[in-house]
């Protein structure tokens, strides 16, 4: 399974971008999918995760309502809607796949993409 993410760029606070999470190689149908970013001299940090049928989503504190994650397993892709950006929202995004379909529990996350660059500045 191969992830590639897309959509980032340069946007001012308060604006939005849509990122796309677009797997090969294998369907996304049993997996869940997670996103995470990482600021400069920062640890990366899980933002949001959607179980493999869309049922179930899960956010953290600072994204809760202003992103949304979604998925269309039949265009095999994850998006992440990100909206009302704040400066501190700057990171790389990534995301990654986790087999078995579930955000809770194991396994970890194993595949992951290269990133796409969000930057918010005004």
């Known amino acids: 399974l191969q992830l590639v993410e897309s959509g980032g760029g340069w946007v001012q606070p308060g604006g939005s971008l849509r990122l796309s999470c677009a797997a090969s190689?294998?369907?996304?149908?049993?997996?869940?999918i997670g996103w995470f970013r990482q600021a400069p001299g920062k640890e990366r940090e899980e933002i949001s995760c959607?179980?493999?049928?869309?049922?179930?989503?899960d956010y953290q504190d600072p994204v809760k309502g202003r992103f949304t994650i979604s998925r269309d397993n039949d265009r095999n892709t994850v998006y992440l809607q990100i909206d009302s950006l704040k400066p501190e929202d700057t990171s790389v995004y990534y995301c990654?796949?986790?087999?078995?379909?579930?955000?809770?529990?194991?396994?970890?996350?194993?595949?992951w993409g290269q990133g796409t660059q969000v930057t918010v500045s005004s």
């Open positions: 959607i179980s493999k049928w869309g049922g179930r989503t």
């Open positions: 990654a796949a986790k087999a078995g379909g579930y955000c809770l529990g194991p396994p970890e996350f194993g595949s």
């Open positions: 190689g294998s369907t996304l149908d049993d997996y869940a």
